[in-house]
């Protein structure tokens, strides 16, 4: 309707210009797209954290070597951080609910479901760490990064609590079974990994 009154010349471009992002930002749009990254981020992380414990059990074939599920890990990884960043924004940019920049990044001081978006933003700061610390990987030293790398765990825990805790859509089946589904694979990769983890031991005393 005002794309049209712009084309007959009867709004101004700063007109238009006000009206498309108003639609952007008080329409329901952000709110979908907010909630979407969000199951999508779960099953991503979920994915990631599979494919890293994978990475350190030293699988690998011919067709398949190591480095191939290292680098799967990895790139999954960027890709949800990406994620998360779209999921942040479109949460900050929505002008429906207040929520600020600084709430994504200091846990528990914003007004809107302040426990529950507290605990999404200890899991970004976690997740934040985690990816600068991996960059920095060969200057921190093996048993540096691999400490602060295990937090992931953690954070995808907070990460799912937030998402059961603030989502409109977690008690939905179709949404709790993929939280089911992904809590199973995650304790499926850490009983596998403790497994390895003290077989490792064993081999080194
Ligand atoms: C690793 C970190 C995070 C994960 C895994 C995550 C995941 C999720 C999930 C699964 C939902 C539920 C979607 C639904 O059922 O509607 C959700 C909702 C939401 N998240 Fe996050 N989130 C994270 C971080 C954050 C952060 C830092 C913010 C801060 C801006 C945030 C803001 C929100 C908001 C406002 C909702 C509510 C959407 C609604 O009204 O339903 N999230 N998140």
């Given at each position: 309707m005002i794309a049209q009154q712009f084309a007959a010349g009867t709004v101004s471009p700063g007109a238009l210009q006000a009206s498309m992002h108003a639609s952007l930002t008080q329409g329901p749009f952000l709110w979908y797209a907010n909630r979407g990254t969000g199951v999508v981020l779960v099953a991503l992380l979920t994915l990631s954290v599979a494919i890293g414990v994978l990475s350190t059990v030293r699988a690998g074939t011919?067709?398949?070597?190591?480095f191939a599920t290292q680098a799967l890990h990895r790139n999954i990884s960027l890709i949800a951080a990406a994620l998360l960043v779209v999921h942040v924004a479109t949460a900050v940019v929505d002008t429906f609910v207040d929520i600020r920049w600084y709430d994504a990044i200091i846990?528990?001081?914003?007004?809107?479901?302040s426990y529950w978006l507290g605990l999404g933003a200890i899991a970004f700061d976690i997740i934040a760490v985690v990816i600068i610390t991996s960059l920095l990987r060969y200057r921190l030293g093996h048993r540096g990064w691999r400490g602060i790398h295990v937090l992931t765990y953690f954070a995808w825990g907070v990460g799912v609590f937030h998402g059961i805790g603030i989502?409109?859509?977690?008690?939905t089946a179709w949404e709790a079974g993929i939280t089911a589904v992904c809590i199973g694979v995650v304790t499926l990769a850490l009983v596998i990994r403790m497994a390895t983890w003290s077989h490792e031991r064993r081999l080194a005393a």
């Open positions: 011919p067709a398949w070597p190591r846990p528990f001081r914003g007004s809107y479901k989502g409109t859509d977690s008690t």
